[in-house]
């Protein structure tokens, strides 16, 4: 059965320090992989999306960037974080139109 | 107009009875429909595809309306642990994207 593993749980981090979220699939090939960000009280916004390798595309201009160096491996990633960056961050993965399974999220928050 | 949109709530309801969530989507090419249900600081987590005919599983039904472009969700027999927000979910053919509402909030009271 497919897995998704998604880490930290918990996050914070100072204003203009850098930040790592990792992402990893099982049991699958090939999966389209997504970023997606709510922020308190807020619906989920999508960030990055990956159908394979070193394919990304981007939704929302912003400091953060996507990296996928593996086909089940997905990475947020930004320079310098804002106060603005804050939010519960999730990955998820889909194969064909079966909706998303999620990863148990990372909790961010900037201070 | 936001391209799915949910009533906020929260829907308020006692125990054992029947409640319907309404969601309305902008894009007519859409082709896959979904309702999410997610807990309080956790992942949303997949709770029914929505199909043309509609669909039922144990105490949800689900309608699609494509005139009119709605989706539906009705849960009957409202239980405590219904309580969460439900995310209605829209994807296009031809893209890899789902959009997501902003949700609408159930509390089941005692």
């Known amino acids: 059965s497919q897995t998704i593993h998604q880490w930290p749980a918990t996050l914070v981090q100072p204003v203009g320090s850098p930040l790592s979220l990792e992402c990893t699939v099982e049991g699958t090939s090939n999966p389209n992989l997504y970023w997606y960000r709510q922020a308190a009280g807020r619906g989920l916004q999508l960030l990055f999306y990956s159908v394979g390798i070193g394919q990304i595309s981007s939704e929302v201009p912003q400091n953060l960037s996507a990296s996928r160096p593996q086909d089940r491996q997905f990475i947020l990633s930004s320079k310098k974080l804002l106060l603005s960056d804050s939010g519960f961050y999730l990955c998820?993965?889909?194969?064909?139109?079966?909706?998303?399974?999620f990863g148990s999220g990372t909790r961010l928050t900037v201070v | 107009r936001k391209e799915v949109e949910q009533d906020p709530g929260p829907f308020n309801v006692p125990e054992g009875a029947t409640v319907a969530f309404n969601c309305t989507y902008s894009n007519s090419a859409s082709q896959s429909f979904f309702w999410y249900r997610q807990d309080c600081r956790k992942e949303p987590k997949l709770l029914m595809s929505?199909?043309?005919s509609g669909n039922e599983d144990g105490r949800f039904t689900a309608q699609l309306n494509r005139a009119s472009q709605y989706i539906s969700l009705l849960i009957r027999d409202s239980k405590l642990s219904d309580s969460a927000t439900y995310l209605c979910v829209v994807s296009t053919s031809g893209t890899y994207k789902y959009i997501f509402g902003t949700g609408t909030r159930l509390k089941v009271l005692a």
């Open positions: 929505v199909y043309s």
């Open positions: 998820a993965w889909s194969f064909g139109p079966r909706g998303y399974t």
